[in-house]
């Protein structure tokens, strides 16, 4: 049984900073990439950003030069710092897995920036 728990999430005033992480744990035999996605209310569940297993990183156009995203391989921990956080930055943020054939997905952490 493969489990993702993200932590890290929390109140932060705008421009403040908070890191988020993921853990796994379970047999997850090949991953081709880790990501974090978010969703607001009334909104769809939108890309903050991957990594590949390479370490190639990709980012969405609202957080590029303001989140980076890492991996430590020797913990199956994926991290998300989010830097000069902004008010519309607040949403559910969503550790996510791509095991080629199978998806997983973590629970959610809540993140609020208020302005």
């Known amino acids: 049984q493969v489990q993702l728990v993200e932590s890290g999430g929390g109140l932060v005033q705008a421009g403040g900073s908070l890191r988020l992480s993921c853990a796994a744990s379970?047999?997850?035999?090949?991953?081709?990439?880790m990501g974090w996605y978010r969703q607001s209310p009334g909104k769809q569940r939108e890309l903050v950003a991957t990594?590949?297993?390479?370490?190639?990183?990709n980012y969405g156009d609202s957080v590029k030069g303001r989140f980076t995203i890492s991996r430590d391989n020797t913990k199956n921990t994926m991290y998300l710092q989010m830097d000069s956080l902004k008010p519309e930055d607040t949403a559910v943020y969503y550790c996510?897995?791509?095991?080629?054939?199978?998806?997983?997905w973590g629970q959610g952490t809540q993140v609020t920036v208020s302005s």
């Open positions: 996510h897995i791509d095991a080629y054939r199978l998806d997983y």
């Open positions: 379970g047999r997850i035999f090949s991953i081709n990439a």
């Open positions: 990594i590949t297993s390479g370490g190639r990183t």
